[in-house]
């Protein structure tokens, strides 16, 4: 598994509840280090082990860790990086939905190694649509989820989730577009301000 992965479930744990947890995480998790690195290749095996000892240190079920995690990586001034790349895929929500399906290869012009899950957008009409995800670590869908809930806070739209489940290792959640310009979204500019 590559390290950025790792890396940002460390970053998500250290920045929501503070060092002393992620300490009890890395013992629990058995890794014998406490830093992951960034750009290093894991053992797969690693990140589902360290995702288990999360959830029995901070006490939180997995499905809600992963959804809260997806939030993390979209909201959290640490990681403006990835919420532009995530903004570069449209003006509003709905065309950042219809870019979900190019978020890979996205992915991949950043980070060459970087495997992400597969996602695959349906619409099934103006307003509904269903976010088909299948990775290498359960709960990919729920991470969606909350990524999904961030950039629809970040556009300023009102939309309505559901986790629908697994079936045949894909996960499913299910968009419904309530009002697409409900709030004033966060903002944002093509070029970088220095």
Known sequence: MHGLVNRAIQRFVVDSY???QW???ARNADLGFVEFEAMWT???SLTPRVLAAVCDVLDRPYDELMEDIGTYLVSHPNLEALRRLL?????NFLDFLHSLDDLPDRARLAVADLVLP???LREHNPHQFSLNCEGDIPGCGHLFTGVLRAMADDYGALV?????G???GVETVAIALLEADFAEGRGFE???SV
């Open 160 to 164: 309505f989730l559901e986790h629908q």
């Open 118 to 120: 597969r996602i695959e």
């Open 23 to 25: 300490a009890a995480v």
């Open 42 to 44: 894991y053992e797969d």
């Open 87 to 91: 903004r570069f895929g449209g003006v």
């Open 18 to 20: 503070g060092n002393a």
């Open 166 to 168: 697994v079936e045949e």
């Open 190 to 192: 093509l070029g970088v």
